[in-house]
């Protein structure tokens, strides 16, 4: 749940929760004035029958102009405290047989040395028609409330948020090997602005340790090819000399093949950091059929040297693509399928609108899909880099395409699909 | 040929120095940028073997000023910087071919024989060595004025053997010739084997003299003779 909804939420609960107290709190508080309200209005009427009676002694004239109902019952009882109390109302003159609500007035006096019970009541009417009223604003503005603060929210907050989903959306797009800067927007918002300086700064120390780190793998990798080439113009110079056994030149030559591979692996280091270089200037229009098939050509020789049956199913496909490129990953992908086969083996290649697909027969097992595109990681038989199809993988990403790996009764399928 | 190479690894300097001092080839070394460009103010070069990054600048100065002296030295890059941006601009400027280090000094050979054949191809495109003989334009071979039938790899093979020829080169140097060291395939030398195996069997079939001796663990020697 967002963030929004969830502080609109416990916020409407509590102005909802509040509202009500509220309310409630208001209701009692009207009924009980008005309650008082109607005791005196009733003590007064009290007051003035029991003053009346001590003036004439007798008992008032009964009138059925005011709107109030008097009531006199004769009583031996001597003491009496006055009570108020809810009693039904019946209007004497329109009498329409429905009870309203009342209040009256019960105590005890004395007319002429008789002891009479003194009950007064009046109509709730016009006071419960005021709580109706006030009860009815009440709701109104409540309701009224209730919805500004609801589309306040979520309005307001929204846009409040704006700034946030904004840099949201650039984070998610963000990577470390890319250019792109992260567009800071001033806000009103103090937290948004400190938040999104934090994070320009953090990409931008991120992106300037990539880069020195890619700087280092760079040069460390140019600077070991000088002595590389030295070692390798000693070994040509060396093997000119009569004298070597062949003892000599067994050891001379696994140090042929260890300067090699070393050179191999420099290479494909410094061919990784390149990738990751921008190289959309290189970007062509290139007919990936007519390449593979000049790969295919170029690898007849070894293809045919395993004596493997090559097969492909081509049909035309333009990319838009660095020639570079897309030379380093069929080399990488037709080496692998190459190397890794059997004596009388199969290579297929199929190439559609939408996918491209190597499918070779192996020496190994099924091989891990996790582990298989990241750097470093051979089988302990092979005598690569270790780095072809983590090359092969970093291509793909440059432009977009996913290369998955699967395995099928004996057959090692690498499936890129575009 | 007169060869100055400059480069400023002494080690790597003197050993192409080395390779390249037969033949009738004439070496000297430079190991920086003044240095090579005061040996081209006072003497004329067949070639130039030039390094890019050298201490006091980029080596493409050098290329400008035989630009601009309108000097006709071929000119082979060196470069540890497999930057195909070098490798244009070096071939805009005027190089003739790039070579990235670490070479074979049997492919440096080669690549130095083949731009210098290629100037000289207007006024002669055969390649004679004993009986046998290159057409370099056609791409063919002869050998007693019969034609030999060679593939592709063969014959890059046959002219490979030749500009090294007296020397040893290894099987690694042979195989990153005609495949390219990006091929990754040196744990397997057995299509190398069979590709000899073809070319010399076709030469003797023509009844050439058997030049080639194998150097048992290490590869193999053209004889010059």
Excluded at chain 1, 59 to 73: A, C, G, N, S
Excluded at chain 1, 341 to 350: A, E, F, Q, Y
Excluded at chain 2, 6 to 22: A, F, G, P, Q, W
Excluded at chain 2, 118 to 124: C, D, F, G, M, T
Aim: with cysteine.
């Amino acid at each position: 749940m967002k963030l929004s909804a969830h502080y609109n939420r416990s916020n409407i609960l509590i102005t909802l929760s509040v509202l009500i107290v509220g309310a409630v709190i208001y209701f009692f508080a009207i009924s009980y004035i008005i309650q008082k309200q109607l005791d005196r209005d009733l003590t007064e009427e009290m007051t003035e029958v029991v003053n009346y009676t001590n003036l004439h002694n007798s008992r008032p004239v009964l009138l059925d102009i005011d709107e109030e109902d008097i009531v006199f019952t004769e009583t031996d009882q001597q003491h009496f405290k006055t009570i108020f109390y809810d009693a039904p109302f019946k209007h004497q003159i329109k009498n329409d047989g429905d009870d309203n609500n009342g209040r009256a007035v019960k105590t005890l006096i004395s007319v002429n040395g008789k002891n009479y019970f003194l009950s007064i009541t009046i109509s709730r009417d016009s006071t419960e028609y005021l709580v109706q009223v006030i009860a009815t604003i009440t709701l109104a503005l409540m309701a009224g409330l209730f919805l500004i603060l609801f589309l306040t929210n979520r309005y307001v907050s929204n846009d409040l948020w704006k700034p946030f989903f904004d840099l949201l959306r650039q984070l998610k797009t963000f990577s470390i090997s890319e250019h792109t800067r992260f567009t800071l927007t001033s806000h009103k918002i103090d937290e948004f602005n400190e938040l999104e300086n934090v994070v320009q700064q953090m990409s931008s120390r991120a992106k300037k340790d990539y880069r020195t780190l890619k700087q280092f793998t760079e040069n460390a990798s140019h600077e070991m090819m000088t002595p590389i080439a030295v070692i390798t113009s000693k070994l040509d110079i060396l093997i000119q000399d009569n004298s070597l056994s062949t003892a000599h030149y067994q050891q001379l030559q696994d140090i042929y093949s260890a300067t090699s591979k070393l050179s191999r692996v420099n290479r494909s280091l410094l061919q990784l950091v390149k990738i990751e270089n921008d190289l959309s200037d290189e970007t062509e229009q290139l007919d990936l059929d007519q390449l593979i098939i000049e790969k295919a050509d170029q690898f007849t020789e070894l293809i045919d040297a395993k004596h493997i049956e090559l097969s492909m199913d081509l049909n035309p496909r333009i990319i838009f693509a660095s020639r570079a490129l897309i030379d380093m990953l069929l080399n990488n992908l037709f080496s692998n399928a190459i190397r890794h086969n059997i004596d009388h083996g199969l290579l297929r290649v199929t190439l559609t609108e939408e996918e491209m697909i190597i499918q070779n027969s192996g020496i190994l097992n099924q091989l891990n899909e996790d582990t298989l595109f990241e750097r470093f990681q051979k089988s302990e038989k092979s005598e690569g880099t270790g780095l072809g199809l983590a090359i092969v993988k970093s291509i793909c990403n440059v432009y977009g395409w996913n290369i998955s790996y699967s395995y099928k009764e004996g057959q090692h399928f690498f499936k890129i699909i575009f | 040929m007169k060869i100055l190479i400059v480069e400023d690894e002494k080690e790597l300097r003197e050993n192409i120095i080395t390779y390249l001092n037969s033949d009738n080839n004439v070496c000297e070394g430079a190991s920086t940028l003044a240095t090579a460009i005061t040996k081209l103010e006072y003497y004329n070069y067949d070639c130039v073997l030039l390094d890019l990054g050298l201490p006091d600048g980029e080596g493409f100065a050098i290329l400008e000023f035989l630009k601009e002296e309108m000097r006709g030295e071929l000119v082979l890059i060196i470069s540890a910087k497999n930057s195909v941006e070098d490798k244009i601009k070096g071939l805009n400027i005027g190089a003739d071919d790039y070579l990235i280090k670490p070479f074979h000094l049997a492919e440096l050979k080669a690549r130095l024989e083949a731009i210098f054949r290629r100037k000289a191809a207007n006024s002669n495109n055969k390649l004679v060595f004993h009986e046998i003989t290159i057409n370099l334009l056609g791409r063919t071979v002869d050998v007693n004025n019969t034609v030999v039938p060679l593939t592709r790899k063969e014959y890059d093979l046959l002219l490979y053997f030749i500009a090294n020829k007296g020397r040893v080169i290894s099987k690694n140097a042979i195989a990153e010739h005609l495949w390219g060291d990006e091929m990754d395939m040196t744990d397997n030398f057995h299509f190398l084997y069979t590709h000899i195996k073809n070319l010399r069997k076709k030469l003797q079939d023509a009844s050439c003299k058997d030049y080639l001796i194998s150097i048992y663990g290490i590869g193999y020697k053209f004889l010059p003779e």
